[in-house]
């Protein structure tokens, strides 16, 4: 599968953006989704997970309650919306895709990745 993420750009503190990321290639529905972001000299890491059908999110406890993922698997997009941006949200954001369709998601163990968006959040 393919993956395409796009919405990225500078923010003030406290703002909101909404990434998106587009899958081509496969069908969207038999894979849970997600996104990771990588800060300047630090490891890359896990945000947010959606299984296939979107009943189920996993969070990192950083973004909990100010970050959602959501999917519309008739677009075959997945979004993540960050409102109340930090200046330490400031990173690439990745998305992810993990074959399968399980009830429930956690960290996701990706199959696929896309390309990055970078977020900038200043103070």
């Known amino acids: 599968v393919q993956l395409q993420a796009s919405g990225g750009g500078l923010v003030q503190a406290g703002g909101s953006l909404r990434l998106s990321c587009a899958a081509s290639g496969r069908t969207f529905g038999d894979y849970a989704m997600g996104w990771f972001r990588q800060a300047p000299e630090k490891e890359r890491e896990f945000v947010a997970a959606?299984?296939?059908?979107?009943?189920?999110?996993y969070y990192t406890d950083s973004v909990k309650g100010r970050f959602t993922i959501s999917r519309d698997n008739a677009k075959n997009t997945v979004y993540l919306q960050m409102s109340s941006l930090k200046p330490e949200d400031t990173a690439i954001y990745y998305c992810?895709?993990?074959?399968?369709?399980?009830?429930?998601?956690?960290?996701?163990?990706?199959?696929?990745w896309g390309q990055g968006t970078q977020v900038t959040v200043s103070s």
């Open positions: 992810a895709a993990q074959l399968g369709r399980a009830s429930t998601v956690y960290i996701l163990r990706t199959d696929y």
């Open positions: 959606i299984n296939w059908s979107g009943f189920s999110t």
